[in-house]
């Protein structure tokens, strides 16, 4: 993760800039990255920010689904079997399988 030096600031360093100046800065579009031991462990963001990377979540769901479909599509073969035969092939009886759910 790239940050701008500028952006970020300690755990102290936040504190002591108050809660109020994080929100504003970050309303108004800066993420603030807080280090601790100097590592990233927080960034302030605005909820802008944050609906923007629901959205590209949301986004990448659907791509992997769109990705699965497409690779189904391609590589199917149109071959298409009966459920009864496929029971019959493994020896199972379907009438069975109802009875022992209860």
Request: charged share 30%.
């Amino acid at each position: 993760m790239n940050i701008n030096t500028d952006d970020s600031l300690s755990v102290t360093e936040a504190s002591n800039r108050g809660v109020s100046r994080l929100i504003r800065d970050a309303t108004n579009g800066r993420t603030q990255y807080v280090l601790r031991n100097n590592r990233v462990v927080a960034a302030v963001v605005g909820v802008d920010d944050i609906e923007r990377l629901q959205r590209l979540d949301e986004l990448e769901g659907d791509l992997r689904l769109l990705s699965v479909a497409l690779a189904r599509t391609v590589t199917d073969s149109g071959r298409r079997h009966n459920l009864d035969d496929v029971a019959a092939t493994f020896g199972t009886d379907l009438d069975t399988l109802d009875e022992d759910d209860g």
